[in-house]
């Protein structure tokens, strides 16, 4: 620890794709101290850990491997003139930017003008997710096994079933595949894949089973797994396997959040923002997975530079006072979120957190996704989706003395 009582322009908790894009940027923005606290040896984030393709075509245009895309943007924050700290892990949120922090010496406070969250997500565990059966050894979620086949250089099975169909099931195959292991089949819950085209293609062109309408029903074995029982709209049946990698059903790394006492919105289980990326406390700001839930690489580094500008402007002055409406109700049961949950009273495009709001579904859905103010809809757009589709929609402006906003779906 440098200074146990250190002050700085902008903390940046995480050193993740949003939170590097963040540091490099707020330093192009002329911001003087620029502070990434990360509390891994290495900072890079979850990139680090994938050693496949495909990383990096918004950012740099080209395609690279997780880590050498981790690295480059490292490399770019600190050629910006961010101050990159690793092994320090962020302990507390206290009001107006002053966070805790320890490392290998001991415990300090780092005051921020700005504090940007961007501490990403974490898996849901085994238990859970209600898998019944043993518990034997070869069970992963896929971060833990990506950490072992890139970092490791292990092969902790050759056999596994992968559980679950989402964009992060497709980064375990190509771990499998790097890592000279055959899953034995991919099973998903749902009628098709979860993943939008044509990530789902590259279990067909590996000659992998896709088994749809599926639900893992138990695992066996004492102390290495050595099959699973499935079932499905054919009924029931086992499958030979040594290991499972359970994918997806990722939630916002929230836990400083509750201890600070911000904002949480149940849906999104990240931070309650507005359209600049500000949460209940005006001083922290947030980008990236800790928003939502896995979204891609690209995706989360263009959060973190659009945080960047906010909060450039935010110590400029320049940011309407932290006036906040009433959240976005949802009023429809295939809703799952929509976010910033805040809208804007004045346009926020250009400088806040995007000029668009995202939206996802619980379950698949059809008709119209109308925005309304009393009886007034102020945005809509056509909606044919699933769940985790990225669904997006023009950020509107609300009337503030109008009734708050309401999302529904109604029929085409
Ligand atoms: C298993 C997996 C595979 C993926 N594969 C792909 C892929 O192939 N292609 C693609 O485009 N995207 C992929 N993604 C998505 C992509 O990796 C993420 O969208 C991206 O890394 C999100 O960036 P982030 O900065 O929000 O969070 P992260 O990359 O998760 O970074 C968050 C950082 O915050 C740090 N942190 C957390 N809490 C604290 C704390 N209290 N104090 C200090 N530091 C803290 C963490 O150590 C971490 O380094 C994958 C995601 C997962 C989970």
Not at 343 to 355: D, H, I, Q, T, Y
Request: charged share 25%.
């Amino acid at each position: 620890m440098s200074d146990p009582d250190e002050t700085v322009d902008v903390a940046i908790v995480g050193g993740g794709p949003a939170g590097l894009a963040a540091a490099t940027e707020l330093r192009r923005h002329g911001v003087a101290r620029v502070l990434v606290l990360e509390r891994e040896a290495e900072a890079g984030g979850i990139p680090r850990h994938c050693g496949h393709y495909p990383f990096g075509m918004r950012e740099f245009h080209r395609l690279l491997r997780g880590p050498d895309y981790a690295a480059r943007l490292v490399r770019r924050a600190e050629a910006a003139g961010a101050v990159i700290r690793t092994g320090t892990t962020v302990t507390g949120l206290g009001p107006d930017g002053r966070l805790s922090v320890c490392d290998d010496r001991g415990t300090a406070t780092v005051t921020a003008r700005a504090v940007l969250l961007a501490t990403g997500v974490r898996e849901t565990s085994r238990a859970a997710r209600l898998i019944g059966g043993e518990k034997p050894g070869g069970i992963l979620p896929t971060g833990a096994l990506q950490g072992l086949v890139y970092l490791n250089h292990q092969k902790p099975f050759d056999r596994p079933v992968i559980i679950g169909s989402e964009l992060v099931a497709f980064s375990a195959l190509l771990t499998c595949r790097h890592a000279g292991i055959r899953p034995v089949a991919i099973i998903e819950a749902g009628d098709r894949a979860t993943a939008r085209w044509p990530v789902p293609l590259l279990a067909r062109f590996l000659g992998i089973p896709f088994l749809a309408r599926t639900r893992l029903e138990a695992i066996h074995g004492t102390r290495r797994v050595e099959g699973i029982d499935l079932a499905g709209a054919t009924g029931e049946r086992s499958l030979q396997a040594d290991g499972v990698i359970v994918t997806g059903q990722f939630r916002p790394e929230a836990s400083l959040l509750r201890e600070g006492g911000l904002r949480i919105d149940p849906a999104t289980g990240g931070p309650e923002v507005d359209g600049w990326g500000r949460l209940s406390d005006p001083a922290y700001f947030a980008a990236g997975n800790l928003l939502r839930g896995v979204e891609t690489a690209g995706w989360s580094w263009a959060e973190g530079r659009r945080a960047a500008s906010a909060i450039a402007a935010h110590l400029r002055g320049d940011l309407p006072e932290g006036d906040r409406s009433a959240p976005i109700a949802l009023d429809h049961a295939a809703l799952k979120f929509a976010m910033p949950q805040i809208l804007p009273m004045a346009p926020a495009e250009g400088r806040g957190l995007a000029p668009f709001l995202q939206i996802r579904l619980a379950t698949p859905a059809r008709g119209r996704l109308c925005l309304w103010q009393g009886d007034r809809i102020i945005a809509y757009r056509r909606l044919n989706h699933r769940p985790e589709q990225r669904i997006l929609m023009p950020l509107p402006t609300i009337d503030p003395n109008a009734p708050p906003p309401r999302l529904t779906i109604e029929p085409s």
